[in-house]
Structures are given as C-alpha cells and as structure tokens.
C-alpha cells in the first residue's frame, strides 16, 4: 500500500473516535527537584493483565546507580507506539528520557503492533483506554512490596507521548474526565481524536515534519489549533514521518531537546527547562516552534 493511501487509510480510522477513559484522580505530590545527572539505564518488561482480552506488554525504561533504580521517586512517560512498530524501536528517545531522570513505559498495543497476530487500525480507538490501564497498573506497582520499583514512581505526575497512531493514542488519553495524575502530552506525527482536548488543560506539545506523507502537516496543525490550554508546536523542517526520530539525522537533536525539557517543565515544575525549551527548538533551517505555552 502507498505511503498516501496508508495515511488516508490511518486517518479514517482514528479520526472515528475514541471513546473517555478514566484513571483514579489525586493531587499530584509536591514538585521535586530535577535530576542534574544522566544516569545510565535499565530495561525490565512486565505484562498488564496477561489473562485478560487485550493482555499488554510493556517496556520500562528507568535510571539507575550502581546496579539498581537510582534513589528517589520519578515521574512517568507513557509512550505509544504507531501502526506496526514496537516499543523497541522508540529506545533512542526512551532511554535519554530516562537517563533524564523518568520512568519511560512503552505498552505494545494488542492489534497494531508489528507482532499482532491479527492487526487492525481500527483499534486503535481502543488504545487511550489500555493506557489509562498501564497507568492504573503502575499506580498499583508502585505500593506492592518487593517490586523493585515500589516507592520509585511519581504516580502523581504522569506524561503520555506518542508517534503516528501513537500521537493519536495520546491525543485520546485527554479527553473530558481525565486524572490530573496526566500532567502534560507529546503528540508526534499525530492528531486529534474525537472528543480529545475536552478535559482538564494541561500543556500539550505537538512535533510534526513539515514534508509528512503519512499524517500530512495540516492534520497535527488542526489538532494543536482544536487543543486548549497551554501549548507549543514544533516543526521539523522539510522531514517526513518520524526520521527525525534516528539519532544523527536532521532535527533529532533538537527533538530531544525540546521534548525533554517540556517534561522536565511539566513534570518537575523546572523553570530553567522551561526557558530553555524556546532556545532548544529553534535552529535556522531545521526546526522552528510556535509556543502559546505561556500565554
């Protein structure tokens, strides 16, 4: 199937909708400070409802020192994956967010992830619910004694980010309802979903090539136009669908900049990344970024 055909294709699909999912609501903790060091990483799957209808692996992504989940509690990214990737192929970002000082969950959707048995984009309408689950899931975890990450997780301050179907997927995740336990959003190559952005506000930032020919530019461009509250759009200039995204191609650096000091600014409340993230997404010729975040 052609690259045109398959966007039109995705974008019938997700734009039908995608039903409210909810997650037990709570006043996140007070900030904390943000990690100065990088810290190397480590990787651990679990499973979330392995018996179930829709049972979900998961890929976590944590920072450590000397053998073991460094000290502290961390705030979480949950990341989605687009039609027929895993969350494997997401690690450049996923662990450079980690070693950033998060906890990086990257659930492998049941039907349109690259091993599905029976693949379908129509579910991923289904997809915001199963991160509310993950999200659930770990709330759980993070009390349940012997777990080496009891007592790890920041439950009260949760990120979604996501690629393609992804970026839909966490479009859907902030609908009317949502837990304030979801600080903020990434929305890469992606859109909105029916009934997104009704919710509580929170920051949402949007990262799209200007040359896509999947999710063309003006579908992330109306999502981040329909999107209230705080907000910012990253464009990546003359790139496609997610090449950015490589290490060493055009625009990753500025990618992982701009993305890691939004969730160091949402989620650690830090000022200075805050400041920093207007610097960061900008360099002649790759990247440029309208920022509404602050009014």
């Known amino acids: 199937m052609g690259m045109r055909r398959l966007g039109v294709v995705v974008l019938t699909a997700l734009l039908a909708g995608c039903g409210p999912a909810t997650a037990t609501t709570g006043p996140p903790p007070p900030a904390r400070h943000a990690p100065d060091l990088v810290r190397p990483v480590a990787v651990r799957t679990l499973t979330v409802d392995p018996t179930g209808p829709r049972p979900l692996p ?40 980690a070693a950033a000082g998060f906890v990086v969950a990257a659930p492998a959707y049941p039907y349109t992830n690259r091993r599905a048995a029976r693949f379908s984009r129509a579910d991923v309408r289904n997809q915001p619910a199963d991160a509310w689950r993950l999200i659930r899931h770990l709330v759980q975890l993070d009390s349940r004694a012997g777990d080496p990450l009891a007592g790890h997780l920041d439950v009260g301050r949760f990120a979604a980010t996501g690629h393609s179907a992804g970026g839909f997927t966490t479009a859907g995740m902030f609908t009317s309802g949502h837990s304030a336990r979801l600080r903020s959003g990434v929305i890469i190559a992606g859109g909105g979903l029916a009934g997104a952005f009704a919710g509580p506000t929170a920051p949402l930032l949007f990262v799209h090539g200007t040359a896509d020919p999947v999710v063309p530019l003006a579908v992330g461009q109306a999502g981040y136009q329909r999107a209230t509250g705080p907000k910012a759009f990253l464009s990546v200039l003359g790139q496609g669908h997610g090449e950015y995204l490589a290490p060493g191609r055009p625009g990753f650096e500025q990618v ?24 960061d997404a900008t360099r002649p010729g790759v990247t440029t970024l309208d920022d509404r975040l602050t009014g």
């Not at 989940?69 to 494997?88: M, Q």
């Not at 997401?90 to 450079?96: E, F, G, P, S, Y």
């Open 58 to 97: 998961v890929t976590l992504w944590y920072p450590t020192e000397g053998g073991r989940i460094a000290p502290g509690r961390f705030p979480v990214v949950v990341h989605s994956h687009g039609l027929r990737s895993l969350p494997e192929l997401h690690a450049a970002l996923a662990t450079r967010w």
């Open 256 to 279: 992982l900049a701009t993305t890691t000091d939004f969730l160091r600014w949402t989620l650690y409340d830090d000022r200075d990344a805050g400041r920093r993230l207007r610097t």
